[in-house]
């Protein structure tokens, strides 16, 4: 049997994919076929947004809040304390 | 590579800090107080049953942090050996009040899969087996940045198992380099991923069956 263009990937298998893809260690070849896969697949391209949109909002979540006073004060205290002060 | 150039700057913006801290340099530490202290309590709070203990443990890490600072060899970033100490000693505490936390990708939930396998044309399907039944919906994605939708997303995070949630806060929340969340929690880059990935394919399933329902 010959083919004209490779098998192309099914989406079940692209969607476990998607992290490995987003992270840069899909070897070469994987790489090429994902991508490939998202050229005639509007599915996919959708799904992978929803991931990259979702990774941008979880980033929206990181906020340092002020530490209580009474904290502070007790940790400079052992901090003075580990320095022999 | 961006994340191994990520994780040399980061290196090289520890050993000055390194340095204050030694020399008992009080904004040095308060600094990094400031930078890590919430972030701790979180991170701790999913392994433990009660923010008061996440406190404790956050502490007794503090003290830890104080006690070996002179011999930290700079060979992970200072934060991810901070978070290292915590870890330790949140699953400790974990464990000795009855509950044993396992890290690994072996959790529960292991090999479930992305997405809900019924969203896919079934393997009889003639010509496009394995193929979306009906494409995602896509996301209103200005709409995921309101406050509203960002609680959803905390929440989601919030009710992963231990070891999805501790790598999700701190790749995708805190925005550390995998290597970094490796040194942490004593993961292999492989396992790290794994758990992202599951943490990633469940809040995404979460946020999914939210927007549907405003849609509704």
Redesign the interface.
């Known amino acids: 049997m010959s083919r004209a263009l490779p098998a192309d990937l ?4 692209a ?2 994919q ?3 893809y987003l ?3 899909l070897p070469l070849e994987a790489r090429t076929e994902f991508e490939q896969h998202l050229v005639t ?4 391209v ?2 992978l ?3 990259r ?15 209580a006073e009474e ?2 004060r ?3 205290e ?3 304390a ?4 | ?1 961006p ?1 191994a150039a990520a994780e040399l700057q980061a290196l090289a913006q520890d050993s000055p800090l390194v340095e204050a801290l030694r020399a ?1 340099d ?1 904004r040095a ?2 600094g990094l ?7 701790m309590i979180r991170f701790a709070r999913g392994f433990l049953h009660s923010h008061a203990t996440a ?1 404790d443990v956050v ?1 007794d890490t ?2 830890v942090v ?2 070996d ?1 002179d011999r930290f060899e700079g060979r992970s970033t200072l934060r991810s050996w901070i978070f290292a100490i915590l870890a330790n000693l949140a699953r400790t505490r974990a464990s000795r009040d009855g509950r044993a936390i396992p890290l690994s990708a072996l959790e529960p939930d292991q090999g479930e ?3 809900d ?1 019924t969203e ?1 044309l079934p393997p009889s399907h003639s010509r496009w ?4 039944a009906k ?5 209103p ?1 200005e709409q ?2 309101s406050r509203e ?2 609680a959803h ?2 929440d989601a ?1 919030d009710r992963l198992p231990a070891g999805q949630r501790a790598v ?1 806060q701190l790749h ?4 550390w380099s ?1 290597q970094e969340v490796c040194e942490a929690l004593g993961l292999s880059d492989v396992n790290q ?1 794994v758990l ?2 599951r943490a ?2 469940r ?2 399933r979460e ?2 069956r939210h927007v549907e329902r405003r849609s509704r």
């Open positions: 099914d989406c079940i298998v969607v476990e998607v992290t490995d992270e840069g260690v697949c509007p599915g996919c959708i799904y947004r929803q991931v949109a979702q990774v941008a909002a979880s980033g929206k979540l990181a906020e340092p809040r002020p530490v904290v502070t007790k940790l400079l052992m901090f003075h580990s320095r022999g002060g | 590579m994340a008992g009080e530490f308060l107080v400031g930078s890590l202290h919430s972030a406190e502490q503090w003290a104080l006690e600072i899969p992305a997405v396998p896919f087996a394995g193929h979306w494409w995602p919906e896509p996301w994605e995921l940045l939708a960002l997303v905390r995070i999700i995708d929340v805190e925005g995998s991923r992202l990935h990633r394919s809040v995404r946020i999914a």
